[in-house]
């Protein structure tokens, strides 16, 4: 039980070096001697003797200077704290009860009835058949013709046998060859050997074999050397070794017959490698009737959980005995194998094994934070990445486990005596008990007072969850429901602590730490909700239909019988091309997510494409497809918040709410409950989606193709078409960097296969929607295997519908399934007269009135997370404001941090870790209270690959442009337009104003002209020849240092007036450059700027380029000057939109026209109130390319 490494060295790092040094010289000469006694004596393992190599497991010393052994992939040591101890009481338990192989007569052949093989299993240890046979057994004889061992751990075994008993022949098994090497370290091997050759002793070394050939081994040896009898000894536990044992037990000639019976692994038998060796006979069993103590629990589980009393009262344990030693202390005995789950002192064990948790209370503790890129500008996110290195710090600064602890997940009791140390020491005010082992539960009620733990509990107010016989797979979402009872912030306060070690409860055990890390970080925060409310109100305001109540109900059985074929984007895609198209006409096809350029690239159009994301990178990924019109055949299906931007790029929409998320749940309030649908299982992939909502209206048969969840290999992780590879077949990116692609599943057609947690969760979610839905789903994915479907080899599909039935089906699904919401158009000003922007801004006042108040105890922290939690909660109940739906999540990630720093004993440490969390705090919620005005103007702007979305989209572009321009580099003017648009599209020409008077648009659908102006003069004389064009629409582009002080009002067409630094030239200008000391912004970049910054702009306004420069200490001095510059130009403007690389200022109508520029590129709309100078910066300038710049640019060129 006490196998954790750090129970074993010292705490401080110089004395256990000490230790390790001492030791060091010994174990080195111990090595030597060794070497020449094997290559004298067994020469035939010298390479394992000399070349000790360690993969996973290693010698160490202990901080008692006792050798051991420790697995570093688990951190478990193989041995308890006093390994030589502990070898030698084994060995004389063995010597005294020794299991004997007799090869002679059958008849002496014993049956022994496997403990859980019973019809009624027997209670008390003293009853079980294996232990009558094991206390009847005869001490080893001082002379034995043969001794089979099983496993050599150190060695310290092999040496008393060695110097104790005349052993004829001793073979022995250790099918882990590190250990073998490990005791080549650290035991006398050269005088084991050189006594067994003086006493006649014959060693048989089996390295890497676990035994289970020695049915035929000890034939062969027989054969040999006649043999009567031989004898047994299990040194430690391996699935093989505990077969032999329990085999053997039934007689040589019945293993002859039947062989070695497999032990099947249970997570309820499980044993650790090692365990201490007990003498049984001193141990008593117990019994209800005479345990006062178990009385009297049961009686206070009658009071409190009366369905817990009632399962436990007259309770048979099925595969381990209960007894107590001398002192009264419980122990457990597994009934096959008769091994102990505590050693000689199980109290002390436990209390032990608590401390040990109770000084390293962090490192195992939950933790907040994200990971990702693609969300970091969301202001939830920044406010996380300004908080994460205060809580990195903070757990260094906590120590010890807090005398009062907010809240604990306790993973496993075993006999409960660390409860017992927890309540002696602490106070828990939440406490989380999942005990897997029903038997393990049971025998804490011999052991415990948990009688006065619960009365304790109920009169102190505090609260207690107890989860018996669960394993954990199930346990994720009870947990939740408690935590939301309470508050999620408390998960940020919680400890998780695991009793006892289980490996057969290891992927539960992990997948429940997994999913509790993830509740805080990956919940519904302000952006996430803010972004999911302004979507869901622009689809509702443009009318697209959503999915209604029971939509199975408006499709015939004949059209529910249509195969739908869900397309994701896995690697085994490729191979069921051909496949989507012979069957394309009968099936529904439904591309989910990134398969959509697959499928385009072969031809195949889909009836719908699926999306479920709600940020834009949906929209980046989808325009990299290219072919516009292409999309202009498919429908979108998809959940409320999807993007908008999403939705203009396909031929129509249909929708559907999705549960749990605050833009549903808001919008239901207005639109009323119990009209549309809200779907349970959309989550966390588009093929969840879409199954979910096919098999919602009906849809009776299901294919799957790609939908793969998994890879065999993680070079090829998606469709080799798709958007994760480059045209040469090399990834976009390395997939295996950004993802943790090494768990490992089954697979549908093969062994295993690798995936990632996502697709974990994605195959549970799967299965979870088939078990609620009476479907025949067909998985044609070589991926994960999905439990609930049917795996069907491609070539197999064989569909017998009519293409009619299809349509008839598709028509049904578009106009009966999904109907609009009532008044669409009048949607947005219910919404908002429902949820008023001055009922958030007084509430949200009120928070930060609390925020600002004095924070400077613990009580002051609690009375802040507890005003937050209930202002959050009054907001929900007066239901007049937006507050709860879109701060919940995030002041819940803020309690979080408060709450956690309420564990810090140090008053100057708290107070600082205060001061900088309501700093940070105050200003996020200033930020929201500033974007209150716009919440519904601006969507997601987040983008992936928007590089290649921008070439996509400029190249689409049809529209014949004539260019007039008179600034200098007419020649990049020129490369220019050739790179970003389509050939003869953009034509450059060089202004004359001869030219103008007789210009005409002829084949040319737009007139840009795009000016260097150094005078009102020069200003003046372009307007005047402009205003002479017989055109009715045109727009100027006025560029230079003093631009803003010019006149353009006599113009009759639109400005565009480039906002800019002063340019940067000659020598003087370089050299500003390289030292930091000026914004880097040069005539050559207006060739940029007047072809990229959206040209076909209908309206006057300003721009502002955001700029790099070198990095310096006068970065903010020029920053600033800049953006004083930019202020004072825009004054008269109250909203500017932010674009990645520009800011737009103009009126606000003009504004919100005009989101999306040519690009492709999304803005986002500001109060002017926001504008600060960090808007106006793009990047500094890495050191790399300094002196490409310098060497590239033609500074001299610049001054003309």
């Not at 409860?505 to 803010?530: F, N, P």
């Not at 919100?1152 to 040519?1158: E, L, N, T, Y």
Request: proline fraction near 3%; hydrophobic fraction near 35%.
């Amino acid at each position: 039980m006490l196998k954790d490494i750090r129970l074993h060295v010292e705490q401080d790092e110089e004395k256990q070096q000490e230790i390790e040094t001492f030791l060091a010289a010994d174990i080195a000469r111990t090595h030597a001697k060794n070497i020449q006694a094997f290559s004298y004596h067994i020469p035939s393992v010298l390479e394992y003797v000399q070349n000790v190599r360690s993969s996973n497991i290693s010698l160490f010393c202990n901080k008692y200077k006792q050798k051991n052994i420790v697995d570093y992939g688990n951190g478990r040591t193989l041995y308890g704290l006093e390994p030589e101890s502990e070898v030698t009481q084994q060995f004389e338990l063995f010597n005294r009860f020794p299991q004997l192989i007799t090869f002679t007569h059958q008849e002496n052949d014993k049956p022994i009835t496997k403990a859980d093989e019973q019809d009624e299993p027997r209670q008390s240890l003293e009853s079980q058949t294996n232990y009558q046979e094991l206390i009847s057994r005869d001490a080893l004889p001082d002379n034995c013709d043969l001794v089979v061992v099983l496993g050599i751990g150190l060695a310290k075994h092999i040496e008393l046998l060695i110097n104790q008993k005349q052993i004829k022949h001793l073979v022995i098994y250790e099918p882990e060859i590190q250990y073998f090497q490990c005791s080549v370290l650290a035991t006398d091997w050269d005088g084991i050997l050189d006594l067994a050759k003086e006493k006649g002793t014959s060693i048989y070394l089996q390295l890497g074999k676990d035994g289970r050939d020695i049915i035929s081994d000890l034939k062969e040896f027989l054969a040999v050397y006649p043999a009567t009898e031989g004898f047994l000894y299990q040194h430690y536990h391996h699935p093989i070794f505990d077969s032999i044992v329990t085999s053997f037990q039934l007689g040589w000639h019945h293993c002859l017959a039947n062989g070695i019976q497999s032990k099947v692994e249970n997570k309820n038998t499980y044993l650790p490698i090692w365990t201490q060796a007990i003498d049984l006979t001193q141990l008593k069993s117990v019994c209800e009737e005479t345990s006062s103590l178990y009385q009297t629990n049961i009686k206070a589980f009658e009071k409190y959980f009366p369905q817990i009393a009632k399962e436990f009262k007259s309770y048979k344990p099925k595969y381990w005995a209960i007894a107590e030693n001398s002192n009264k202390q419980i122990n457990l005995i597994e009934k096959q194998q008769l091994a102990c789950f505590h050693g000689d002192f199980p109290r002390e064990e436990g209390a032990l094994n608590f401390n040990n948790f109770a000084t390293f209370p962090n490192k195992d503790g939950l933790v907040l934070g994200y990971k990702g890129t693609k969300l970091k500008h969301y202001l939830h996110y920044q406010f996380v990445e300004k908080t994460e290195k205060l809580l990195e710090a903070l757990e260094e600064e906590q120590g010890a486990l807090p005398e009062t602890i907010k809240s604990l997940i306790m993973f496993g009791i075993g006999t409960g005596y660390q409860i017992e140390a927890l309540f002696a020491q602490h106070k828990v005010e939440k406490l989380f008990i999942c005990e897997p082992n029903r038997d393990y539960f049971y025998a804490s009620l011999f052991a415990i007072n948990w009688a006065e733990i619960l009365q304790n509990i109920d009169e102190s107010g505090a609260r207690i969850y107890l989860n018996i016989g669960d394993d954990g797979t199930n346990l994720f979402k009870d947990l939740l429901n408690q935590f939301y009872s309470i508050g999620p912030y408390i998960l940020a306060s919680t400890y998780f602590y695991q009793a006892y070690y289980n490996s057969t409860l290891v992927q539960a055990v992990a997948q429940l730490r997994e999913q509790l890390q993830v509740v805080i970080s990956m919940g519904e925060y302000y952006d996430h909700a803010k972004y999911g409310i302004a979507h869901t109100t622009e689809t509702i305001s443009r009318g697209y239909p959503f999915l209604i109540k029971h939509p199975a109900k408006q499709l015939t059985v004949q059209q529910k019988e249509v195969p739908v074929f869900l397309v994701g984007n896995g690697p085994s895609l490729d191979e069921s091309i051909e496949v989507i198209k012979e069957w394309r006409e009968q099936a529904i096809v439904v591309s989910c997510g990134t398969a959509l350029m697959p499928l385009y690239k072969n031809g195949i159009v889909p009836d719908f494409h699926a999306e479920i994301e709600q940020n834009r990178s949906t929209f980046d990924w989808i325009c990299r497809i290219g072919d516009f019109e292409y999309l202009k055949n498919i429908s979108l299906i998809s959940c409320n918040g999807i993007h908008p931007d999403t939705c203009d790029l396909f031929k129509d929409v249909y929708l559907s709410f999705k549960e749990g998320e605050s833009s549903t749940a808001s919008a239901i309030e207005v639109i009323g409950k119990g009209v549309y649908e809200e779907l349970q299982f959309a989550f966390p992939t588009v093929s969840n989606f879409s199954l979910n909502i096919f098999s919602k209206i009906g849809f009776n048969q299901i294919y799957l193709f790609g939908v793969d969840l998994g890879f065999a290999d993680d070079k090829k992780h998606h469709s080799k078409e798709s958007g994760y590879y480059k045209d040469t077949g090399e990834e976009m990116y390395n997939y295996r960097e950004k993802n943790n692609t090494s768990m490992v599943v089954p697979g549908n057609f093969r062994n295993t296969v690798f995936t990632k947690h996502e697709f974990k969760v994605s195959k549970v979610i799967l299965e979870q929607t088939l078990a609620n839905s009476k479907i025949d789903c067909f998985n044609c994915s070589d991926g994960a295997k999905i439990f609930a479907t049917t795996p069907l080899d491609k070539e197999m599909v064989l569909l017998t519908n009519s293409v009619s039935v299809k349509n008839e089906a598709l028509e049904s699904f578009k106009h009966k399934a999904f109907v609009s919401i009532e008044n669409a158009q009048n949607y947005l000003e219910q919404f908002k007269n429902k949820f008023r922007d001055k009922n958030f801004e007084f509430e949200l006042d009120g928070i930060m009135e609390q925020v600002s108040l004095p924070t400077l105890s613990f009580s002051d922290v609690e009375n802040l997370i507890n005003q937050q939690k209930e202002m959050l909660f009054a907001s929900y109940s007066h239901g007049k404001s937006l507050l709860f739906y879109l701060l919940y999540g995030t002041v819940n990630y803020c309690n979080a941090l408060l709450s956690k720093c309420n564990s810090i004993t140090d008053e100057k440490v708290f107070s600082n870790y205060i001061l900088k969390i309501i700093q940070y705090w105050s200003e996020f919620l200033n930020e929201v209270k500033v974007a209150i005005p716009v919440v519904f103007d601006n969507f997601d702007l987040s983008a992936s690959f928007l590089c290649e979305r921008e070439k996509k989209l400029l190249k689409s572009w049809t529209d014949k442009t004539l260019y007039f321009t008179e600034i200098p580099f007419q020649h990049m003017f020129e490369n220019f337009c050739e790179q970003f648009y389509a050939k003869d599209v953009v034509i450059p020409k060089y202004y004359e104003p001869s030219i103008l008077g007789n210009c005409e648009l002829g084949e040319f659908k737009h007139i840009r002209f795009a000016f260097l102006v150094e005078s009102q003069t020069q200003v003046d004389s372009i307007i005047a020849n402009i205003n002479k064009m017989p055109v009715n629409q045109a727009n100027v582009f006025w560029l230079g240092d003093n631009v803003t002080e010019f006149s353009y009002s006599k113009l009759k067409y639109n400005s565009s007036i480039l906002l800019q630094p002063n340019f940067l030239s000659g020598h003087s200008g370089k050299e500003s450059f390289k030292r930091g000391e000026k914004l880097y912004w040069v005539k050559e970049h207006l060739t940029y700027a007047i072809l990229k910054y959206d040209f076909l702009c209908p309206f006057s306004r300003y721009i502002a380029p955001k700029i790099q420069s070198v990095q310096s200490e006068h970065n903010d001095r020029s920053l600033i000057q800049y953006y004083e510059r930019v202020k004072a130009a825009t004054e008269k403007y109250q909203y500017f939109i932010e674009y990645r690389e520009y800011l737009v200022f103009a009126e606000y109508e003009e504004l919100v026209s005009r989101m999306i520029d040519m690009g492709g590129n999304r803005g986002v709309i500001h109060s002017k109130l926001e504008l600060v100078p960090t808007m106006l910066f793009d990047s500094v300038i890495a050191d790399k390319s300094i002196d490409f710049i310098c060497k590239t640019i033609d500074w001299d060129a610049l001054q003309l």
